[in-house]
């Protein structure tokens, strides 16, 4: 009698685990998980698209949070047929379908004196123009300087405009989006802000004096896109995976010249007796 209740013990996990086995791979449960890829397959497709549409782009995020980041995928994602305008080409050296431009020799005087070609000497098609680090020329604190509005009148003429001058995208790249300035906030169309970086990798950077570094290989952020009462609405999620590439592509450090070359401060401590 306890030699038949130990084999009954012993045969039921199996045979639970071989209805288990059965009842996942049955038809009805093969059929309901194609229809979430295939589900899953155009939410990405949509997702992608939103961040590749026509229109003018804001890509906020908090220092480090992935800004540059996204740029360079974005960069990277674009067929060599095209390719781009950045504001500060120092901060993506790696990559051979880009120019650069002054922001200041484009905007002058409260307009815009000058335009951006939209095929280049080689027969590619404009892709879009990328504003970097968009806060260092323009925020709340300095919209009353004249020096301010000579450039950023000419910059709102050119985003109102960006479509009828044959410029398919623009992005700009900032921190939150409360810092912006209001009028400039008004004419994004989408929204990306960056909340989430994931999955560390490391690498050498694209400064080859620079030691190993850890980078995101996965972005997450929400998209947004402006409705009829100029608010942003919600569009979903997107997670972004980038590739080794796309991180050595850029220069993580390109500000650090600029900053280096200025006067450092003196160091002074409790030891210090003359106070000078």
């Known amino acids: 009698m306890e030699k038949e209740n130990i084999q009954e ?43 590749f549409a026509n229109g003018s782009h804001i890509v906020t995020a908090y220092p480090g949070g992935g800004k540059t980041l996204l740029a360079s995928h974005i960069i990277n994602s674009v067929p060599e047929e095209e390719y781009f305008f950045l504001s500060n080409m120092a901060e993506f050296p790696g990559y051979s379908n880009c120019y650069t431009f002054d922001i200041n020799d484009i905007f002058k005087d409260g307009e815009q004196v000058k335009s ?10 404009l892709y879009g123009i990328i504003f970097d680090e968009i806060n260092l020329s323009f925020n709340r604190r300095m919209n009353r300087t004249s ?21 398919p995208r623009v992005y700009f790249l900032g921190q939150k989006l ?10 994004f169309k ?24 850890w980078y995101p290989v996965k972005l997450k952020m929400m998209d947004r896109v402006k409705g009829i009462d100029d608010q942003f609405l919600d569009a979903g999620k997107t997670k972004i995976k980038i590739g080794l590439e796309e991180c050595k592509k850029y220069n993580t450090k390109y500000l650090g010249k600029t900053y280096q070359a200025k006067p450092q401060v003196k160091v002074k401590g409790n030891y210090d007796k003359s106070g000078g």
Do not use: M
């Open 9 to 51: 013990l012993t045969q039921k996990p199996s045979t639970a685990k071989k209805k288990r086995i059965k009842y996942v791979f049955s038809k009805r449960n093969v059929i309901i998980w194609f229809i979430l890829v295939i589900i899953s397959l155009i939410k990405r497709l949509f997702n992608k698209s939103l961040l």
């Open 116 to 125: 951006f070609p939209t095929i280049d000497h080689k027969g590619r098609k």
């Open 147 to 167: 020096e301010y509005n000579d450039i950023f009148i000419g910059l709102v003429e050119f985003i109102v405009t960006h479509r009828h001058q044959d410029v």
């Open 178 to 187: 409360e810092l912006q300035d209001t009028q400039l906030q008004s004419l």
């Open 190 to 213: 989408y929204q990306h802000d960056i909340y989430r970086c994931r999955r560390w990798a490391r690498f050498k950077p694209y400064n080859l004096g620079d030691p190993l570094i």
